[in-house]
């Protein structure tokens, strides 16, 4: 099987505070010449091409405002009492939902509470079929780049498929605004789809909201064809209430300004588990120690993370070739530490190839991870 490379500088990646440093660019542009067996000459330019990348968006920054970066721990702070101020002062239509199935994000109706002619906030009105969202909403916790957040979610619908997980690519539907201004700044009401993890250099990814959020809900049941149109069947809906140090934070995007907290109303209809370098193994996988965070795993220390690296352990066999293949004509039942490497579907049937990792010498640690066992299964003489 033919293992594919993807190689793609951003700029956007290179300047960003959230993301890995440009080291990690560089080691793993050699990585890939490494395993392409590029010559010298051609490294030689390859790494022309990344110096001239790099000193593009540097010329960049001189010619934009650069906007104050504000201490996490202490916006964070301020981002809260903004959103506990919202989620007490406003309410949603939630006996709406008691019947039906299917709403859509539109259906999702948020109101202030009336004040008086001094500004005092009033009662709710009609609490039989309204609900103040700080009654309404969960509260969450994390840790992001050393300082700790609070968010909340307000779920409608857990839906009826499987949750994704924080790396994978999410099909869905949304309407995003700022808490502060109330505006609405994008609005999607046809699917799209969006990689809530970035590849590490090229791709950018989902803000780190979306990372924790659309997880803990579930993709639609199952969806149908009528006239053309795609119909999703109980899919996950709700509402995350974030702080701007899970969106944007000092970032200026679309029409939202620095330090916004946000608002999204969303549907999650559909993902696709992603393998970020092709190895075989899913991204989400190669999260070890289970902090959703994949950067901060690399094996063989080589500054390449283990989701982006073609040779995990450094051992010379790539991580792929350490993974055994069984192709299957039928759903499989899969083994422990056995993955779906791809799938199709034609006139002639179903084939479905697997990769499922080996622990060789049987010392706990898997064959890909392991820099003492050297095995290409898919060379091996018959």
Request: with cysteine; net charge negative; proline share 3%.
């Amino acid at each position: 099987m033919i293992q594919k490379y993807y190689f793609n500088v951003s700029c956007d990646h290179i300047k960003s505070n959230n993301e890995p440093s440009i080291r990690f660019v560089v080691n793993l542009m050699l990585e890939i010449i490494k395993h392409m067996k590029i010559k010298v000459l051609k490294l030689g330019l390859c790494l022309l091409v990344l110096v001239i990348a790099v000193v593009s968006c540097e010329n960049d920054d001189d010619s934009t405002s650069s906007i104050p970066i504000r201490d996490r721990a202490e916006q964070q702070l301020a981002d809260k009492d903004s959103l506990l101020a919202y989620l007490t002062t406003h309410y949603y239509n939630s006996s709406f939902f008691e019947s039906g199935s299917n709403h859509k994000y539109t259906d999702i109706v948020i109101t202030e509470l009336p004040q008086d002619d001094e500004g005092n906030y009033l009662e709710m009105p009609d609490p039989d079929n309204n609900t103040l969202l700080i009654d309404a909403v969960e509260t969450l916790t994390t840790t992001f780049l050393e300082a700790d957040y609070e968010y909340y979610v307000l779920k409608i619908n857990q839906g009826g498929g499987e949750a994704p997980k924080f790396t994978d690519a999410v099909r869905f539907r949304f309407e995003g605004s700022i808490v502060e201004t109330k505006d609405v700044f994008q609005s999607l009401s046809t699917p799209d789809n969006i990689n809530l993890h970035s590849n590490g250099f090229g791709s950018q990814g989902a803000i780190r909201a979306w990372q924790l959020v659309l997880p803990t809900f579930n993709t639609a049941f199952d969806f149908s064809l009528s006239n053309g149109i795609v119909e999703y069947n109980n899919f996950g809906l709700g509402v995350m209430f974030v702080p701007s140090g899970l969106g944007y934070f000092s970032g200026s995007v679309l029409d939202i300004p620095s330090y916004s907290n946000l608002i999204f109303k969303f549907e999650l209809l559909q993902y696709q588990e992603v393998d970020h370098d092709s190895d075989g193994i899913p991204s989400f996988v190669e999260d070890y120690n289970d902090n959703v965070d994949v950067f901060d795993n690399d094996t063989d220390g080589d500054g390449i993370s283990d989701f982006a690296d073609f040779d995990d352990d450094e051992d010379g066999i790539s991580t792929f070739n350490e993974l055994v293949q069984t192709t299957y004509t039928s759903e499989p039942t899969l083994a422990a530490n056995e993955y779906v490497y791809s799938r199709e579907e034609s006139e002639d049937g179903l084939v479905i190839i697997t990769v499922t990792a080996q622990d060789t010498n049987s010392n706990g640690i898997l064959d890909y991870l392991d820099d003492s066992v050297s095995i290409d299964y898919n060379n091996i003489d018959e």
